[in-house]
């Protein structure tokens, strides 16, 4: 990225020592390590800006891939925590919200799960999740990190992505990588595991709901309109993840009884439950488009882990259920 490509004087003018070589070599996650001088935190508020003010897309997709690198460079938590929660948080605000598009939602993903794995930044979040612990005056994590709206607008953005429209590859990807996020704060403590439970999602109660809406629409869609061979590899990921995060929360010592909850707590909750384990659990009749590895992640990993959840459902509603 050159100046030409900075979206305002003030981004364009920015001079960082290193920084030219960095966003000029493309095997950026190589050379990142190459220029130590650089002052990481001024760099990152520098492609914050680009991405923030730039019009093209390919710029802004770059911009934000350097912030990621940034931050995986600086791996220590003491190193992330120089960068300040609410630089931090902004940027995934900025990008995160379906105005931005699926490609550039997905770097948002992946720069709030670095984010995430420092223990402060966690803390604050799962904090600011909750909007009275948000409203405390004392909760200066959650204060100095720009109160509960910002997070709200967080949350709201991951409701984004799992719903985001469209039915490419990189739809797919987005869906599945915000998965793997949501699996993450899951395993991460109770108050992780709390926002995958909470009511605060528009017009959805929560994230398990609305991933099991988004299983449904997907179950359709590779029954009704023919694909890429990438896609059906691509979904099968998708459902391979979906699986093992339930299949975790349902065999919790401590969440299990809440997740089997939660996913049954009304007729129409129930029903769908059960219609999409067992579509799941069938065989799907367009498995003849795969090749053997394909197939072989379909039928010998989603099935039987769905056959694992449905187990857990049959002792949790009764055999005469399903």
């Not at 990807?173 to 993450?184: D, E």
């Not at 609305?210 to 061979?229: F, G």
């Amino acid at each position: 990225m050159d100046e030409s490509s900075h979206g305002s004087g003030a981004v364009a003018s920015t001079r960082l020592p290193g920084a030219e070589l960095l966003c000029k070599n493309r095997n950026l996650k190589k050379n990142i390590n190459l220029v130590p001088q650089v002052n990481w935190v001024s760099f990152f508020e520098a492609m914050h800006q680009v991405a923030k003010t730039h019009s093209a897309k390919c710029v802004r997709i770059e911009a934000i891939s350097v912030m990621n690198l940034i931050l995986m460079r600086n791996n220590t938590y003491l190193e992330k925590e120089k960068f300040g929660q609410a630089l931090l948080f902004d940027s995934v605000v900025e990008f995160i919200r379906k105005e931005s598009g699926s490609a550039i939602q997905k770097h948002a993903v992946r720069l709030l799960f670095l984010i995430l794995n420092c223990p402060t930044f966690f803390v604050a979040f799962c904090s600011g999740c909750k909007e009275a612990e948000a409203n405390e005056v004392g909760n200066e994590n959650v204060r100095s990190a720009g109160g509960f709206q910002k997070f709200q607008t967080i949350l709201h953005g991951l409701a984004d992505c799992l719903t985001c429209s469209g039915n490419g590859i990189e739809e797919l990807k987005l869906r599945k990588n915000t998965v793997l996020l949501l699996a993450f704060l899951a395993s991460s403590g109770k108050a992780g595991f709390e926002i995958l439970t909470s009511n605060k999602l528009y017009t959805y109660s929560n994230f398990l709901t609305l991933i099991l809406q988004v299983v449904a629409s997907e179950l359709e869609q590779e029954k009704t309109v023919p694909e890429p061979m990438e896609n059906l590899e691509e979904r099968a990921l998708l459902l391979r993840e979906v699986l093992i995060l339930f299949n975790r929360l349902a065999s919790h010592s401590l969440y299990s009884m809440t997740i089997l909850r939660v996913v049954t707590n009304s007729r129409d909750m129930a029903t769908l439950t059960i219609d999409v384990t067992n579509k799941l659990c069938r065989k799907n009749n367009r498995n003849g488009q795969l090749d053997s590895k394909k197939r072989k992640m379909r039928e010998s990993e989603v099935v039987d882990l769905a056959q694992v959840f449905r187990k857990r459902l049959l002792s949790y509603l009764g055999n005469s259920i399903l």
